[in-house]
């Protein structure tokens, strides 16, 4: 049973930079595609960035792009989000997950119901 761990959130001033992980046991890392989403208070789950099992592919959300970037190091079955200049709008909770390579992916990653697999969460506050 693959378990995922988020890690890394925190409070940021505006404009500030944070670098979230996800770290996976009880599976190889490697064999599953990778979704980022967030919460926020009283808001749906929303996707905001996913990777394919190898890393080719990679996908953002408007509201984050050009801020946020996902990487992967399967290695070390980690995946990564680092996120820069970020605004008051961006805090929420943010959670990994997974599902088995498939292909398809990449149009289904936003969906909350694409991925078996969900961590704990890790809170990220921008606020000044």
């Known amino acids: 049973q693959l378990q995922l761990v988020e890690s890394g959130g925190g409070l940021v001033q505006p404009g500030g930079s944070l670098r979230l992980s996800c770290a996976a046991s009880g599976g190889i890392m490697g064999w599953y595609s990778i979704g980022w989403f967030r919460q926020a208070p009283g808001k749906d789950r929303e996707g905001v960035s996913c990777?394919?099992?190898?890393?080719?592919?990679?996908t953002y959300a408007e509201p984050v792009k050009g801020r946020l970037t996902i990487s992967r190091d399967n290695a070390n079955n980690t995946v990564y989000l680092q996120m820069n200049n970020l605004k008051p709008e961006d805090t929420a909770v943010y959670y990994c997950a997974a599902v088995r390579a498939q292909t398809g992916f990449v149009r289904r990653c936003a969906i909350v119901t694409t991925y078996d697999y969900w961590g704990q969460g890790t809170q990220v506050t921008v606020s000044s």
């Open positions: 990777i394919t099992s190898t890393g080719r592919d990679t």
